[in-house]
């Protein structure tokens, strides 16, 4: 019996150690932690942008007529002054004739009245004329001299209108689209090409007019990929004053440097708008886990002269290469774990180590 005593005594003992040791294997869980330090955030947003170029012309004829000819094509580079298209001059250049011959017949008529008032001016100073015949010479000289000033003016003006049959480029750069061909008939509300300048363009950025208040010139603006990666930088250069009374956004307009053409006029882009910079905590993303539609991190919080893994409900904003921006729940200072968080229950003794 005593020796039984001994034994249930002895495996008591062993049971208690065991205990203790689990306890204690408990409190000396390792989990490594970081310091949640502030760090400056740039608060920002991103919106879908269209490109419009700055230097895009549209091509419209000045006058109506059948096209006869096209001189270029889609994606050619063209100087200023080059030609573009031919609309048929025909019937214009007949108009420019007949009034070329009216103008020689008025010359003539001119030269007549001309002869006319010189030699009446000689028989009147003889005495041979009447004033009212020298008067009348000279009203007859007048009305030659006008019809022909009229007649010349005319005839610029008919000449001016033929140049306009031949379509030009009216600067340096990259024809479009050309959507007429030779034959059809053109009038001057038809686009017959455009000719884009590569280089300046202008990002149009319809933001909410919930944070139109926030907009002002000067305000940075990223043009970034498909990853998010930055393309290149601006500044709004424009704000306008009204509110799109359909989609209740503002305009905003940034200029866009595109010297290495990656960018086209028309091209749907991403402008992330950079509001300002604020200090906010950061934990790594491998940190914090997302359960029922909340985020959690865990924490070693202090208890005694030991920690205690806790779980802390955090708000977090938008990423930052690896690590959430934190806007709630964590505070400068807190030992956030970001190691064995699988293995973690609330209240469960736990080792910091950096």
């Known amino acids: 019996m005593i020796a039984l005593a001994g034994l249930v005594t002895a495996a008591s003992c062993g049971g208690g150690e065991a205990k203790a040791g689990a306890q204690a294997s408990m409190q000396a869980f390792p989990v490594k932690v970081e310091i949640a330090k502030l760090a400056p955030v740039q608060d920002t947003t991103e919106y879908v942008a269209t490109l419009k170029s700055r230097d895009s012309a549209v091509i419209m ?43 020689a017949a008025q010359q003539a008529n001119l030269e007549y009245a001309q002869q006319q008032y010189t030699r009446t001016s000689g028989l009147f100073k003889a005495g041979v004329v009447s004033k009212q ?20 003016a005319q005839l610029k003006e ?15 750069g990259i024809v479009g689209d050309i959507p007429v061909r030779v034959g059809d008939r053109v009038t001057s509300s038809t686009q017959l090409t455009t000719v884009d300048k590569p280089g300046s363009l202008e990002a ?33 250069t424009f704000i ?12 905003a307009k940034a200029s866009i440097a595109n010297s290495n053409d990656k960018l086209r006029n028309a091209q749907f882009i991403r402008a992330r708008i950079v509001w300002g910079t604020t200090n906010q905590p950061l934990v790594p993303v491998l940190a914090v886990s997302r359960l029922g539609g909340q985020y959690f991190a865990f924490v070693a919080q202090p208890k005694g002269e030991s920690y205690i893994a806790h779980q802390q409900p955090v708000s977090v904003g938008q990423m930052d290469g690896n690590d959430y921006v934190v806007l709630d729940g964590i505070k400068p200072g807190d030992k956030v774990i970001v190691s064995g968080t699988q293995f973690l229950v609330e209240g469960m003794p736990v080792a910091p180590q950096s």
Request: charged share 20%.
């Open 240 to 251: 306008s004053p009204q509110v799109d009374n359909t989609t209740q956004t503002v305009l």
């Open 158 to 172: 008919q000449q001016v209108q033929l140049h306009y049959y031949r379509v030009n480029a009216p600067t340096n």
């Open 204 to 236: 149009y950025i319809y933001v909410p007019v919930e944070r139109a208040p926030e907009l002002k010139p000067g305000l940075r603006v990223q043009i970034v990929d498909k990853d998010g990666n930055p393309l290149t930088d601006s500044r709004i």
């Open 61 to 103: 004829p000045e006058v109506d007529g059948r096209v006869t000819q096209i001189s270029v094509h889609s994606g050619e580079h063209v100087s200023a002054g080059a030609p573009l298209m031919q609309i048929d001059p025909s019937k214009q250049e007949a108009t420019v004739n007949s009034q070329e011959s009216a103008l």
């Open 133 to 152: 015949e020298m008067d009348q010479a000279k009203s007859g000289l007048d009305a030659a001299q006008a019809q022909l000033s009229a007649l010349q």
